[in-house]
């Protein structure tokens, strides 16, 4: 390799480096781009169910999932549920904020009846 092309990988490296480095660090830290709003920030939702095998819920979009995290929203109010069958299901509105992120905490299903032994 001649010495004009070290000079020029190393000129392409650096500026490559110093264009990706600051649009990382705004895509981990939540902002978003779009044409039609610019420069937006984001934040996260993540929620946990206790028993296993529990269908999370937000906004009308079902996950089979009993852990969730979601990235990405846009700050607003959404309505988490956390249904299983054979037990009461859980319902909250959570706020999403700029760069945080809102837990549910771990929810406890409580089953429809608890049996009794005599």
């Keep these: 390799m001649t010495p004009l092309q070290k000079r020029f990988l190393l000129v392409f490296a650096t500026l490559l480096f110093f264009t990706l480095a600051p649009l990382t660090l705004f895509y981990a830290r939540g902002d978003r781009y779009s ?3 610019g420069l937006s920030a984001t934040g996260g939702l993540f929620a946990v169910s206790q028993p296993a095998g529990a ?6 979009t079902p ?6 995290f979601m990235p990405g929203l846009d700050p607003g ?3 988490v ?7 009461r299901s859980w319902r909250k509105i959570l706020d999403v904020e700029p760069y945080q992120v809102t837990q549910t905490g771990k929810v406890l299903l409580v089953p429809h009846s608890i049996g009794t032994s005599s």
């Design 35 to 37: 044409f039609e709003e």
């Design 55 to 60: 269908t999370i819920i937000v906004d009308d």
């Design 63 to 68: 996950s089979g999932l009993t852990k969730k």
């Design 77 to 79: 109010s959404y309505i």
């Design 81 to 87: 549920a956390i249904e299983r069958e054979g037990y």
